[in-house]
């Protein structure tokens, strides 16, 4: 099982509510990323980060915002939660190739256990 | 468009049978597929990872085929147990980028029954 965790695990809430879901890694992996996935549906890039002070919007608009701030921590934040939202949001990591290492099969990402979010 | 699609979507076997698992892909230029396990209300778990010079993978009971020419990808379970119950997911990785860009297939439903 790998190293990453995410919290919380299922959260309901209501509508206009701000809310952040949390995001950490304790393997020192430079790379971090949030997927949005709906069920029977594939996983959507919504932001990732190539280490700190880094982050870029993914292939899925969203209208949550991240942070990185520490290698380890890359929270997902929502100002202002609508139902549309409702989805589940998953975590992963994963880190560069040592120098002359293949970058091909260097680049698995681990994935957190995700957040079930309902937005009622 | 990248794309990564799967076959069939849902698949329900008996404890114990064997089943294969279906993914085509136009992702390219290529780099690597892997074979994702994902549990209800978990994140995905690596299965198999095989680059274009690989056509075969195994771990444990999966075995993964790759056909790079015809741009397909079989993942066969051996004696299915109820814990192979979960969504397997397709994942193709392109070259062409330093970020190592996932395309995810939809997966496929397996349900196991004893």
């Known amino acids: 099982e790998a190293d990453i965790y995410q919290t919380p695990r299922y959260l309901v809430i209501g509508t206009g509510k701000k809310i952040t879901l949390e995001c950490s890694q304790t393997?020192?992996?430079?790379?971090m990323y949030w997927y949005q996935q709906d069920p029977g549906m594939e996983l959507h890039l919504i932001h990732y980060?190539?280490?700190?002070?880094?982050?870029e919007k993914g292939d899925l608009s969203s209208e949550s915002t991240v942070s990185r701030i520490r290698t380890e921590h890359f929270p997902l934040t929502l100002e202002s939660a609508r139902p549309s939202h409702t989805s589940q949001y998953l975590c992963?990591?994963?880190?560069?190739?040592?120098?002359?290492?293949?970058?091909?099969?260097?680049?698995?990402?681990?994935f957190g256990p995700g957040t079930r979010l309902t937005v009622l | 468009k990248n794309q990564v699609e799967q076959s069939p979507q849902s698949l329900i076997i008996l404890e114990g049978k064997n089943c294969t698992l279906q993914?085509?892909?136009?992702?390219?230029?290529?780099?690597?597929l892997r074979w994702y396990k994902q549990d209800t209300g978990r994140g995905p778990v690596s299965l198999t990872i095989?680059?274009?010079?690989?056509n075969t993978k195994s771990n444990g009971r999966y075995t993964a085929t790759l056909d790079a020419d015809t741009k397909q990808s079989s993942l066969h379970i051996t004696a299915s147990q109820l814990s192979d119950s979960a969504s397997y997911i397709c994942?193709?990785?392109?070259?062409?980028?330093?970020?190592?860009?996932?395309?995810f297939g939809r997966g496929t439903q397996l349900t196991v029954w004893p």
């Open positions: 095989m680059t274009f010079s690989e």
């Open positions: 993914c085509n892909y136009t992702v390219s230029p290529f780099s690597n």
């Open positions: 992963a990591s994963s880190e560069y190739p040592p120098s002359g290492g293949d970058l091909h099969s260097y680049n698995e990402q681990f």
């Open positions: 994942v193709v990785s392109d070259r062409g980028s330093t970020l190592g860009r996932l395309y």
């Open positions: 980060s190539y280490g700190v002070n880094s982050t």
């Open positions: 393997m020192g992996h430079d790379k």
